[in-house]
């Protein structure tokens, strides 16, 4: 398949440009020069862009604010000039040398232009809430990566305990919160450059050159490739560019933080642009463990990018990319956040069990962020590939093809108990994911009032073990797994390196063909329904063995052994097709008021318990082994409107009814790794999100704040929550409980102040910016649990420094400056014993920016 995908690629490269190659014409080169300055002041403008329109030939103004081009067209023609914190200016030029004026932007607030319905537009004209984070601004505010992000952008959710156990949920959901499973379909499309990532762990990537990020809310499935329940991510980076061009940037801070971007473009030819960039971070743990007298849970990136751009005429555009990322951080670890009585008897309990073994916590509260742990800990993350887009003008619309493979490699080893005791010594999931993708779609105008994009799209992924992941137990296992007084648990060596080596493997197909019409009736109202078929299968082999522990043929003593863990196989198989789409009726009462409709269906895929089932009376459950797939009936209303040329206020106010809604549930039994899959009958989740932003001479104010419900309707046999095991009943009706990770109220509000100065003798201006985030308590279990809850907490971030007109920027900068602790999440131990692990937010950190762009 490997081979197959890149004879694709060269096949389809080599047949554009010998189709194109006709249609080129010998290049005459000629030299036109201008100034750019200040329409007031008068002053060189230094680093101002200038392109021609139409084409990717442009240049950047030097230090005198001149500017040279060398083009084959014939005067006049069309540049387009644009520079930081003035009006973007088209100028027809007429001479061989002009001088042109720009107005500075006092008043204006540009409309952010977006490719999400595969076409260029304002995100203000768009009837879907759209959040769109511009690279620069992600990094002026420290959001390297999603978990970052997440702060801008209230209405998303992600939870992590390392980078295979990602949660991201747009509105409370897509993925199931807490562990994750690999044979379920994540609900968030997360896509980069236009190829769609399979794997959670692609979202713990740091950004490599970002140029802007867009977060569309609700079902996506008529636009975009994976059938998207909750929304998407659609991650564009800066592309190669004809112009030399490059920027580095450095930054340093507390706890030993380094982080090193750069990126460097230009033309190779007069057809070939290329595009090399970089990052690197790094940054001590902020846990120490004190079996190790290391610290934890620290950072340790690696990420690189190269593009070529191939632009054979004006037609047809086709761009070749490979990337790399390898995180190896010394982590993850957890301190023991609680302990919560269970419904067992009272040996049974956690601090019982513990002082019989002689053991106490070294820490009384976890914010004293000190560990014990007995295992070694590692998390290496690695994932990259290459990609083919061709973009071809057809008509008055693009054919593209997105040709696509990808690999995700996993190894990990950590320490599921929590504490300094021998209990759960090895937790190890290698894993390894090879996916390959083909989207062929097109989109354009078929008529004066009818416009639209159809398209077919096929995933193919591989996932399995690497080759044997591992669970084991320690000596001190016996005192957890005790579940009566007799002596025999008490066999010496009975669960000594006693663990099961497993061999699992998924292989998932997934086909689709999707269309969206948009059909202006008049020029105010739009109507805009969409439609989608898909096909999924998934096919699986799970194979557990056990291994180690006391080798006895005495019948008691391998019953205790079978209760931590067993021999498990099965081999299953699913399919499932189904018929999606959307109506969204759209009217435009004037150029600032755009409302807008939306009713749709949609479908997670169907999925496979690949992490070990549960058993019942010594059976396996294998009724649980398929799990139903997900229907999410939506319904939205919005308004964006334009209150004044320098803001705008948009609202949105949605309801989503989900039947047999995916969700990770836990399990006493500790074989069950990771928890195992169940559908909820029925859940809902509904909400108004607020958005706005507002530009004044030099001072900007943003803001989003969200209010979001999310329900069990119905889930009649969930399992019990972490205080009700051992009780009477396994299984209880959560029905009118919280769904996980939703915060009611959630927020974000960020502001910037500018004022022109100098800085050792460079113009420009100084700036300072804060960034407030906030939202209220959450529930942290599956099963909502009275213990398992989070409180609801605040953040603050700031920004203090200089950006001057050449491309220098150096400012300070601090993250969490009130220094709060909170959880971002918790995690209750495998086997039940009533100890809870948090996941801790980071400390107060600082430091220092400097970066540079030509």
């Not at 001149?66 to 083009?71: H, K």
């Not at 057809?271 to 902020?286: E, I, K, N, W």
């Not at 990420?303 to 990322?325: A, H, M």
């Amino acid at each position: 398949m490997k081979k197959l995908l890149f004879v694709i690629i060269a096949v389809v490269a080599v047949s554009v440009s010998h189709i194109v190659s006709a249609q080129n014409k010998p290049i005459i080169n000629a030299t036109v020069s201008g100034k750019i300055v200040d329409s007031k002041t008068n002053e060189p403008l230094v680093g101002a862009a200038v392109q021609i329109k139409g084409t990717t030939n442009g240049s950047t103004t030097d230090v005198n604010g001149d500017f040279s081009l060398i083009t084959g067209q014939k005067l006049p023609f069309s540049v387009i000039i644009s520079f930081v914190g003035y009006l973007k200016k088209e100028v027809v030029i007429t001479a061989d040398k002009a001088e042109i004026k720009l107005d500075e932007d006092v008043s204006q607030l540009a409309d952010v232009v977006v490719y999400s319905r595969r076409r260029q537009e304002a995100v203000q004209d768009i009837p879907i809430p759209i959040a769109v984070i511009r690279g620069a601004a992600a990094e002026d505010a420290g959001a390297f990566n999603v978990n970052r992000l997440k702060e801008l952008v209230p209405t998303v959710q992600l939870y992590a305990s390392n980078a295979r156990n990602t949660t991201l949920n747009i509105r409370g959901l897509g993925s199931t919160f807490g562990l994750t499973n690999d044979g379920i379909d994540p609900g968030v499309g997360f896509y980069v450059d236009g190829v769609y990532y399979a794997r959670p762990a692609a979202t713990a990537l740091d950004f490599v050159d970002i140029e802007r990020v867009e977060v569309l809310r609700g079902p996506q499935g008529t636009l975009f490739g994976k059938n998207t329940t909750a929304g998407a991510f659609n991650i564009t980076t800066r592309e190669a560019s004809f112009t030399p061009s490059a920027s580095f940037e450095l930054s340093y801070g507390n706890y030993g933080y380094i982080q090193a971007k750069g990126s460097i473009s230009g033309p190779i030819n007069k057809q070939l642009a290329a595009r090399l960039s970089f990052s690197g971070t790094q940054r001590d743990g902020l846990l120490y463990n004190t079996k190790t007298q290391q610290n934890m849970n620290d950072i340790n990136n690696l990420g690189t990018r190269g593009q070529l751009l191939y632009t054979p005429s004006e037609k047809v555009k086709i761009t070749l990319i490979g990337d790399y990322t390898a995180q190896k951080p010394n982590g993850y670890g957890w301190p023991v956040a609680g302990v919560v009585t269970t419904k067992r008897a009272a040996y049974r309990q956690f601090n019982a069990i513990i002082a019989d073994l002689n053991y106490k916590l070294p820490y009384s509260s976890a914010f004293e962020r000190v560990l014990d742990l007995d295992t070694p800990s590692k998390a290496d993350n690695s994932l990259g590939g290459v990609s083919a887009n061709a973009d071809i003008k057809i008509g008055n619309g693009t054919l593209t093809s997105t040709t696509a493979w990808r690999f995700w490699k996993w190894v990990p080893l950590n320490d599921r108990d929590y504490t300094g005791l021998p209990i759960f010594t090895i937790s190890s999931g290698n894993s390894v994911h090879d996916q390959w993708s083909q989207e062929l779609r097109y989109s354009g105008k078929v008529a004066d009032n009818l416009s639209g994009v159809i398209g077919v799209f096929g995933l193919w992924q591989d996932l399995k073990s690497d080759p044997v992941q591992t669970e084991e137990a320690g000596s001190a296992q016996w005192r957890f797994a005790q579940s009566s007084t007799s002596a025999l648990w008490k066999t010496p060596g009975l669960f000594d390196n006693f663990g099961i080596r497993t061999t699992n493997r998924i292989q998932s197909t997934s086909l689709a063909a999707f269309a969206q019409v948009d059909w202006a009736i008049n020029d105010k109202l739009h109507v805009l329904p969409g439609l989608r078929y898909n096909y999924d299968k998934k096919v699986a082999n799970y194979k557990r063995e056990t291994y180690g522990g006391l080798q006895t043929t005495d019948a008691a003593l391998l019953a205790l052994k079978n209760a931590v863990y067993t021999n498990q196989a099965f081999n299953t198989d699913v399919s499932e097709s189904n018929v999606s789409g959307q109506l969204t009726l759209q009217y435009k009462a004037s150029k600032n008021i755009n409302a807008y409709g939306t009713y749709a269906i949609s479908y997670k895929p169907v999925g496979i318990n690949i992490g070990g089932l549960p058993t019942a009376n010594g059976q396996i459950l294998l009724d649980l082994a398929k799990v139903k797939p997900e229907g999410v009936t939506h319904y939205e209303l919005g308004v964006k409107t334009r209150p004044t040329a320098n803001s705008f206020l948009n609202i949105v106010v949605f309801n989503d009814d989900i039947k047999d809604y995916q969700t990770q549930v836990q399990t006493p039994e500790p074989g069950v790794n990771r928890g195992y899959l169940a559908n909820a009958e029925k859940v809902r989740v509904r909400g108004v999100e607020v958005e706005g932003n507002v530009r004044l001479t030099h001072f900007t104010f943003n803001g989003s704040i969200a209010y979001t419900d999310g329900k069990y309707v119905s889930f009649t046999n969930a399992p019990v929550p972490l205080e009700e095991v051992g009780g009477t009943l396994a299984f209880k009706d959560v029905s009118g409980g919280d769904l996980p990770g939703i915060s009611k109220w959630t927020g974000s509000f960020g502001a910037e102040a500018t004022t022109k100065g100098v800085f050792f003798g460079l113009k420009g201006n100084y700036f300072v910016a804060a960034d407030v985030y906030f939202r209220s308590k959450f529930s942290s279990s599956p099963s909502p649990s009275q213990y398992l809850n989070i409180e609801g907490y605040s953040l603050l971030n700031g920004r203090l420094g200089f950006r001057a007109s050449n491309g220098i920027s150096i400012y300070v900068w601090g993250r969490n400056l009130a220094n709060t602790d909170y959880y971002e999440q918790l995690l209750a131990a495998p086997g039940s014993a009533g100890q809870y692990a948090g996941i801790l937010v980071d400390p107060r950190t600082y430091g220092v920016t400097l970066r540079y762009s030509f």
